[in-house]
């Protein structure tokens, strides 16, 4: 099916350090998110994205994170700067624009995040 | 906002028995509904989607029933095997946003 991939797979960094989590989404589709999961807990939802815009986010969506695609590249979460509870599983999705499945999301495998 | 709630948040059940994982949702314009596998490390395997005109998807052993009325949606591994030991998570939408149910984890005994 649809790949979505995410780089890195895990990375360690210091409190206070900034951090950009990549996401290659499934080519053509138009809508990206990110999700948060602790220690396999529920998945909660951050933000979505279209059109180079954020088009909803939740509380969870600090002022320290922040979303980008630039020129159709790499979908992009920067944190900046970290926090303890930052640590977590970041999971990157895309969906395409219209249709029947229009709703349906595709994961990555996700982004493991621990700040020390 | 939308809620969801999942049960139960564990199941064990043996092999070749059936299981069944159930989601209560509070939206009532929820348009889409999907169910989700996660192995341990993992991310979210796509299982099975149905759109709110649907009661009933039927796809390699795994059933879908969604009651509108109840606002209940239900996913039923039938002849579960050990490797359908994962976490499960319903996700009910509404335009492009996706809000989860807690999780169920499921372990298959051969």
């Known amino acids: 099916g649809p790949k979505v991939l995410q780089i890195p797979s895990h990375q360690i960094i210091d409190m206070g350090q900034m951090v950009t989590l990549n996401c290659d989404p499934v080519?053509?589709?138009?809508?990206f998110y990110w999700y948060k999961q602790i220690l396999g807990q529920q998945m909660e939802f951050l933000v979505n994205f279209y059109n180079g815009k954020v088009m909803e986010k939740s509380k969870l969506f600090k002022d320290q994170f922040s979303v980008e695609r630039p020129d159709g590249s790499y979908f992009t979460l920067k944190i900046q700067p970290t926090a303890l509870e930052d640590s977590a599983v970041y999971f990157c999705?895309?969906?395409?624009?219209?249709?029947?499945?229009?709703?349906?999301?595709?994961f990555g495998e996700g982004s493991r995040l621990i700040v020390v | 906002g939308e809620q969801v709630e999942q049960r139960p948040p564990h199941l064990s059940v043996r092999e070749g028995d059936s299981a069944i994982i159930i989601c209560t949702y509070t939206d009532s314009a929820t348009a889409y509904f999907s169910w989700y596998k996660q192995e341990a490390g993992a991310g979210l395997q796509l299982l099975m989607s149905v759109l709110s005109n649907v009661d009933r998807k039927e796809e390699q052993g795994l059933t879908v029933l969604l009651n509108k009325k109840d606002k209940r949606l239900s996913l039923n591994l039938t002849a579960a095997h050990p490797g359908d030991s994962a976490v499960y998570f319903c996700a009910v939408n509404m335009g492009y946003k996706l809000t989860f149910g807690t999780g169920t984890s499921l372990l298959v005994d051969p």
């Open positions: 080519s053509n589709h138009l809508y």
């Open positions: 999705a895309s969906s395409p624009s219209t249709g029947h499945s229009g709703n349906t999301l595709y």
